[in-house]
């Protein structure tokens, strides 16, 4: 079955389909160091470079999936709009960027789509011809006079093979039956996911790709050598995070933080790459001295492997660090997508 992918930014979540007997042959990405980076991994892929708003692309990538016989859809369309990470306003025009993919669906009618955003579109309204509706009956009301079986669902890519706790809305549609969620399966700690990694400081290089520490100022080592897994910075009585004139700073209790050995990935954002941010500190080891090595953020390996990618997945060599950092943080675990498919409909059973 060949397939086409929406808003697909480098791929990431394409990368286990092939597993499925479902070929993704077309695509589409609005930027153009996405593009590049998806030709890089995708190179059997017709990428289509443009603004799906724009009725030329839209257009243009309707034809080609229409010339490839395309019977699956992927669409995980920008959700900042929906996010908690984000402002979660009504009216962020990329809220309403679910119209184009229904509008694309209505016009090539793939026997099977999955549809992946967060979890706040479940209870996000947008405007439909001048009336306030919720997305989820948007959707119903669009594809269910087609005959399509819709089933809505929250899922944590925890639960399907992945070390990281991301909880994600997706639709699950098609016209054969109704599409199930697969078995939930024994959860992977960070323990069990990157341990076998060596340790690192700030600015030291493994002799493993992709396994290099950021370099750190003197201040952030200092408090995060003090903090121990699972803790912040900002509770340290002594070694606590303050500016360079020595005020405390002040901030939520997932910043300056160090994510826990013993538990999933807390979710890895767009901004993994920095200290201050969500969850992003190495768990560290208790030293004899009574300090936590890796003061540092995750390494590329260490986010590539919490995230669910092959061992073979390599970023093109013109790829910056952030990025790549930022696409990981966008990017949908590729092992939900990869579970989910375990349970596509296969037959055509009964009606709804």
């Known amino acids: 079955m060949n397939g086409v992918s929406l808003f697909a930014n480098v791929g990431i979540a394409e990368t286990y389909i092939k597993n499925h007997n479902i070929d993704i042959v077309v695509a589409n990405e609005l930027l153009e160091k ?7 991994n995708h190179k059997n892929c017709n990428i289509i470079q443009g603004d799906i708003t724009n009725k030329i692309i839209f257009n243009k990538i309707l034809a080609e999936a229409k010339k490839q016989n395309c019977d699956f859809l992927l669409a995980t369309p920008p959700c900042q709009g929906m996010s908690v990470a984000g402002k979660m306003k009504e009216d962020d025009p990329r809220n309403s960027l679910i119209k184009y993919v229904i509008e694309f669906i209505k016009k090539l009618q793939p026997a099977h789509i999955l549809i992946e955003n967060v979890q706040g579109i479940l209870k996000t309204s947008i405007s439909v011809n001048g009336v306030k509706t919720q997305v989820i009956d948007y959707i119903n009301n669009e594809l269910k006079p087609l005959d399509y079986f819709i089933n809505p669902t929250l899922v944590d890519t925890a639960d399907y093979g992945t070390p990281q706790s991301r909880k994600r809305a997706i639709f699950l549609i098609s016209k054969f039956s109704k599409w ?7 959860k992977i700690t960070v323990k069990e996911a990157i341990s076998h990694l060596p340790s ?4 030291e290089i493994s002799k493993i790709q992709y396994h290099y520490a950021k370099k750190h100022n003197d201040r952030h080592i200092s408090f995060l050598k ?13 070694y606590y995070p303050k500016k360079e004139d020595g005020t405390r700073i002040k901030g939520y209790s997932t910043t300056y933080k160090r994510i826990d050995w013993d538990k999933p990935a807390p979710t890895i954002t767009m901004a993994n790459g920095s200290v201050s941010s969500q969850n992003n500190v190495h ?16 390494t590329l390996k260490e986010i590539f492997i919490l995230t669910g990618l092959p061992d073979d997945w390599h970023p093109p060599k013109w790829a910056s660090e952030n990025l790549i950092r930022q696409v990981i943080g966008e990017g949908v675990p590729p ?6 498919l375990t349970t596509i409909p296969r037959e055509i059973n009964g009606n709804k």
């Open 34 to 40: 996405r593009v590049d980076f998806h030709k890089t």
């Open 180 to 186: 199930e969620l697969p078995n939930k399966e024994n």
């Open 200 to 203: 690192l400081e700030s600015e």
């Open 226 to 238: 003090h903090t121990p897994s699972g803790k912040t910075a900002l509770h340290n009585e002594i």
């Open 283 to 298: 768990p560290g080891i208790l030293q004899e001295d009574g300090t936590y090595s890796d003061a540092r953020v995750l």
């Open 335 to 340: 092992k939900l997508i990869d579970r989910l």
